[in-house]
């Protein structure tokens, strides 16, 4: 897809795939039987992270049994409380011990959602996932930045050249100088909102989401071994399907 669409083709995926809220299983929070894999040398498994060639970013033991793929969009309100509330412990007792390789696809819903995404994704592997989980930590504060903004003024944007659209709605919310907070420097941050290639790889990875899996829910949506999970939106559900593909329950 041509960049010079992508406003109108993003504003549209809202009403295709919002946010999921399914639910299923409780979590047991039992501590887990299955033997963790020895770490990397210096470190461990979380601090292995790389980017992938379907365009994501997985973090973990490239080698273990159970590969979690997350298709997240970082303005689903959904998705910022798996990251609150999932995340830490499927880090902890998962990732970290080499059971579980966790890849994160950003799902953009909207031109907001695709250029937090530029943001989140600049510095490359070593950035994404400490980016990303700040902008969920952060994300009530930056969307009422972008809902108190004039729609005249968001709608003004579309007429803007592609290398220059996202630039200017990553001031709208703020995002150079929440990103220079960060360690980005708005120079760099400025650069990835103008790089269309990356704008194009956004726009093919949502657009490989829901064409390789056509009843695809929302988001949060994992993937387990190639698997879509179904009811799975909030850790409560995820948890026991991967305690099941462990041989932890039943």
Not at 110 to 121: E, G, K, Q
Not at 226 to 242: H, I, R, S, V
Request: proline share 8%; glycine share 8%.
């Amino acid at each position: 897809m041509k960049p010079t669409t992508f406003l109108a083709f993003a504003l549209a995926l809202v009403a295709v795939a919002g946010c999921n809220s399914k639910q299923g299983d409780a979590a047991t929070n039992a501590p887990l039987n299955a033997k963790a894999v020895p770490p990397p040398k210096g470190g461990d498994w979380s601090t292995v992270v790389s980017a992938t060639p379907e365009g994501g970013f997985a973090m973990g033991n490239p080698t273990a049994k159970l590969k979690l793929i997350e298709y997240g969009s970082l303005t689903c309100p959904h998705c910022r409380e798996f990251d609150e509330k999932g995340v830490p412990p499927l880090i902890a007792n998962y990732v970290k011990t080499g059971l579980v390789s966790w890849e994160f696809r950003n799902y953009v819903r909207d031109a907001f959602d695709l250029t937090a995404s530029l943001v989140a994704r600049c510095n490359g592997a070593n950035g994404f996932f400490p980016l990303t989980r700040a902008f969920y930590k952060d994300q009530t504060v930056w969307v009422e930045k972008i809902q108190a903004a004039p729609q005249d003024q968001i709608e003004k944007l579309t007429n803007l050249p592609p290398n220059q659209q996202f630039v200017e709605l990553g001031k709208v919310a703020g995002f150079q100088d929440w990103a220079a907070a960060r360690g980005v420097p708005a120079a760099k941050t400025s650069q990835c909102l103008a790089d269309e290639n990356s704008v194009n790889q956004l726009v093919q990875m949502t657009s490989d989401a829901t064409s390789q899996y056509p009843d695809f829910p929302g988001t949060p949506t994992f993937i387990l071994n190639g698997t879509m999970l179904d009811k799975t939106a909030t850790w409560e559900a995820l948890e026991p399907k991967l305690r099941d593909a462990l041989g932890e329950r039943g």
